[in-house]
């Protein structure tokens, strides 16, 4: 048998194993939410070496501004949440228990990974710094693994709101979003207007809660059936005119992602502009919903979808150590290696990431045939080893945390 006919008998397999009340269309938007994660980092962060050889990170955003748009598309963590909005109302209602334990179960998959992959971080370091890894990339590493899990705990808070969004989202429909967009620009408006001289930093931290929970809020009304063709459209037009307003009137950096040594950032915490950005793409995600379920009907665009989804968790917390795994190398038997270790700060660097992609891929794959496990419950791992897990992740978590 050859290959292409393997894998159109193992998708044909999975097609066959679906149930039929499976929501493919909203798999498939958590599965294209997920990619852009990495592919995100991956394009839009980069190195340098120093003379020591160390790791440095950079962004090619500093350089070349025309990139900046590409962040739009990259940046769908507003449909990530929107998804998951979706998908945990109706996990709620269907619940075999309590919500507390329907909580704790939401919360342990979701840890397990990231003890995982913290920890082993934690017993990783040691040994490459005694095998001559600079501490310089030492230190970029643990912020590059550590970058994407904030998204966890933000995840975990807005999810145990979720009997809330439920009862919003019943009286109120896909409105009872509007308040968190009223909180989110009446800080940015303390923030950024006339009086930003007289305002604390840390009012900024108010947009971290309401930022992430409106997309949410908005799965939630959608899961509950309260947003429809019409409410999609307003949420498109509505989403994008206001992006427009606040990038053209209102001077919004235009990059979605932090830029290094940039006086203002949209994603951290979130800014009026990334809410316009998820309303925009959530109402393109209801409209697209019926197209994209007839797309995945088909086995061979569905299977994928699949194994990207029961590995999310894998994808979310391995995928920068695996830019990482080609990056160290390369830096400490090559030096610089373009578009992997040279300076982003031209056309040229992007074009020769973009060759890195599938390298980048094939890793994390290999990767996630070992880490797959930590998204596994752990019913064979003994009390002592979950301990331990613990307790090197939180050595590694705070080691990473003091170099911010």
């Known amino acids: 048998?050859?290959?292409?006919?393997?894998?159109?008998?193992?998708?044909?397999?999975?097609?066959?194993?679906?149930?039929?009340h499976r929501d493919r269309a909203v798999d498939g938007l958590r599965a294209l939410a997920l990619l852009a994660v990495p592919v995100g980092h991956w394009m839009l962060g980069g190195f340098t070496v120093d003379a020591d050889g160390g790791l440095h990170n950079a962004s090619p955003l500093s350089k070349v501004g025309a990139l900046a748009p590409a962040s739009w598309v990259l940046q769908?963590?507003?449909?990530?949440?929107?998804?998951?909005?979706?998908?945990?109302?109706?996990?709620?209602?269907?619940?075999?228990?309590?919500?507390?334990?329907?909580?704790?179960?939401?919360?342990?998959?979701?840890?397990r990974p990231v003890l995982g992959v913290a920890a082993v971080w934690a017993l990783a370091a040691p040994l490459l710094y005694a095998a001559g890894v600079p501490e310089a990339t030492l230190r970029t590493a643990a912020t590059l693994v550590v970058q994407p899990l904030w998204f966890v705990g933000v995840y975990l808070v807005v999810t145990a709101l979720t009997p809330y969004c439920v009862r919003a989202a019943r009286r109120l429909g896909g409105w009872a979003a509007a308040p968190l967009l009223t909180s989110v620009a009446v800080v940015d408006f303390l923030r950024y207007g006339p009086f930003a001289a007289s305002v604390p930093g840390w009012v900024a931290v108010l947009n971290v809660l309401p930022g992430w929970l409106f997309a949410y809020q908005l799965g939630v009304a959608w899961g509950e059936g309260r947003i429809g063709r019409r409410g999609a459209r307003l949420l498109l037009t509505g989403g994008a005119v206001l992006f427009a307003v606040l990038l053209l009137g209102f001077h919004y950096p235009a990059s979605m992602v932090g830029?290094?040594?940039?006086?203002r950032t949209n994603s951290h915490p979130p800014s009026l502009l990334v809410l316009a950005l998820a309303a925009a793409q959530s109402g393109a995600a209801v409209l697209l919903r019926e197209r994209l379920a007839r797309l995945l009907a088909r086995p061979a665009l569905w299977a994928p979808v699949v194994v990207v989804n029961l590995c999310a968790m894998t994808v979310l917390c391995w995928h920068q150590t695996a830019m990482l795994a080609a990056a160290v190398p390369g830096a400490a038997f090559a030096g610089e290696v373009a578009g992997l270790t040279t300076a982003p700060d031209s056309a040229a660097w992007i074009a020769a990431?973009?060759?890195?992609?599938?390298?980048?891929?094939?890793?994390?794959?290999?990767?996630?045939?070992?880490a797959r496990r930590f998204e596994e419950p752990w019913r064979r791992v003994s009390a002592a080893w979950r301990a331990a897990a613990g307790l090197l992740a939180a050595g590694f978590g705070a080691f990473a945390l003091g170099l911010a």
Request: net charge positive; with cysteine; hydrophobic share 50%.
């Open 1 to 20: 048998m050859s290959a292409a006919a393997g894998l159109r008998r193992a998708a044909e397999r999975i097609d066959r194993r679906t149930p039929a």
């Open 76 to 111: 769908m963590l507003g449909v990530f949440f929107l998804v998951g909005g979706y998908a945990s109302v109706l996990s709620y209602h269907r619940r075999p228990g309590s919500a507390g334990a329907w909580l704790r179960g939401r919360c342990a998959r979701l840890g």
């Open 259 to 263: 830029v290094p040594g940039a006086a």
């Open 353 to 370: 990431r973009a060759a890195w992609l599938p390298v980048f891929a094939l890793l994390l794959v290999g990767i996630a045939r070992y």
